[in-house]
């Protein structure tokens, strides 16, 4: 079965660097995601990596998969309050006619001044 | 812009009663699914569905079931609400292999 594990806290200061990281068990994954949640609200998507990369960047975000190690990481360069929030990573599974997609525990970011 | 909207932000029903979840979604996404967010577990797809009429069982489906007769519509349904129902409900729909599109969440409490 898919399992997805996540550290529950992380505190990092204003301009700082967050890394935060995820651990996968479904080898079969096509796609690893990383959504944002901020309070009171739906997830959004931030960025995704395909199976068959090993790094993704996107502005201040960079994604880094392991895929030996079934690991994915979330670099967030300059953290801002902004950036508080709950992370989550997620991998899929293709199946049916849809993506089923399994969530990590969700990571809370706490910027500090 | 997708939007995927839920039919109450907040709720709070008695044990025993019948709970009807609503989302709706503009996108004409084949795709709907129907997850609950519990602190320290993160999200669980209780039900999804790819089609109208169509549905399969998530990793939690035990006391909930869905009605999807349109295909911008997707129903959950609580036939007997407990307090170990006591959550958030979060909505999503897909088109792509992707992204899924999540809704605002419904805050349901059973006293």
């Known amino acids: 079965g898919e399992d997805v594990e996540q550290s529950l806290f992380l505190s990092v200061r204003e301009g700082d660097s967050s890394v935060i990281n995820c651990t996968y068990t479904?080898?079969?994954?096509?796609?690893l995601y990383w959504y944002k949640q901020e309070p009171g609200a739906g997830l959004q998507l931030l960025t995704y990596?395909?199976?068959?990369?090993d790094m993704k960047q996107d502005q201040r975000l960079t994604v880094l998969l392991n895929k030996k190690d079934k690991h994915l990481s979330l670099r967030i360069a300059d953290t801002q309050t902004g950036d508080s929030a709950i992370y989550f990573c997620?991998?899929?599974?293709?199946?049916?006619?849809?993506?089923?997609?399994?969530f990590g525990t969700g990571t809370q970011l706490k910027v500090e001044l | 812009d997708v939007k995927v909207t839920q039919s109450s932000r907040y709720l709070v029903k008695r044990t025993g009663e019948k709970v009807f979840l609503e989302c709706v979604q503009d996108?004409?996404?084949?795709?709907m699914f129907w997850y609950r967010q519990d602190p320290g577990l993160g999200l669980r797809l209780i039900y999804f569905?790819?089609?109208?009429?169509?549905?399969e069982k998530g990793d939690i489906p035990e006391g909930y079931s869905v009605s999807r007769e349109k295909k911008e519509r997707f129903s959950l349904i609580l036939e007997s609400a407990s307090t170990n129902q006591t959550s958030m409900y979060l909505c999503?729909?897909?088109?792509?292999?992707?992204?899924?599109?999540f809704g605002p969440g419904t805050r349901l409490t059973v006293t």
């Open positions: 997620a991998e899929s599974l293709i199946t049916g006619g849809g993506n089923k997609l399994t």
């Open positions: 990596i395909f199976s068959n990369m």
């Open positions: 999503a729909s897909s088109l792509s292999p992707v992204e899924q599109y």
């Open positions: 996108m004409d996404h084949e795709n």
């Open positions: 569905s790819y089609d109208v009429k169509m549905k």
């Open positions: 479904d080898s079969s994954s096509t796609y």
